[in-house]
């Protein structure tokens, strides 16, 4: 039998959450899955994939455009296979202390999507993020990557063993 088909696609402003969606992708290759990692604005259809990990940035409360497209654009078919959301966004250790339910657009996404779970990741904010306001956040001492390679793995993991588990 071969391998699930799982698209791992991403809307990122300054790449943090392209990083994150990278290493969900290595994570499931890992556990034999057949995995393409995409932006979310490139996916063009959903169809040939048994399941998808969709991902945004959150930027002011709000998911990622590319990601809030990609959704609404692919709903009909999301709705037919296994589906599950990421957020990326604050930019403090927060996402590791306690859960941090989806933003009210990414929990309509997840209803209208029938996702199984979603999940917010640290974001990151380094010298070279680029954006007036980045630049000024770091200079304050309020920047730092706070992606948890473990905590991403861990998750990407739980997934695999999900799609290996007949529903």
């Keep these: ?83 599950w959301l990421f957020s990326s966004g604050p930019v403090d250790r927060s996402a590791e202390q306690h859960g941090i339910p989806p933003v009210r657009g990414v929990a309509r996404q997840m209803d209208r999507l029938g996702a199984r779970e979603h999940i917010t990741f640290g974001g990151s904010l380094t010298e070279r993020t680029p954006g007036f306001l980045a630049r000024a956040l770091v200079r304050e001492g309020k920047g730092g990557d706070f992606r948890n390679p473990e905590r991403i793995k861990t998750w990407a993991h739980h997934i695999s063993a999900e799609l290996a588990t007949p529903h």
């Design 1 to 83: 039998m071969s391998s699930a088909r799982v698209l791992v696609a991403y809307g990122t402003k300054h790449g943090a959450t392209a990083g994150i969606a990278e290493q969900v992708g290595e994570s499931l290759r890992e556990d034999g899955l057949d995995v393409t990692v995409l932006p979310a604005d490139d996916v063009g259809d959903v169809r040939g994939y048994d399941a998808v990990v969709l991902g945004g940035a959150l930027y002011a409360g709000r998911w990622s455009p590319g990601a809030k497209r990609c959704a609404e654009r692919h709903a009909q078919q999301l709705n037919h296979r296994p589906v």
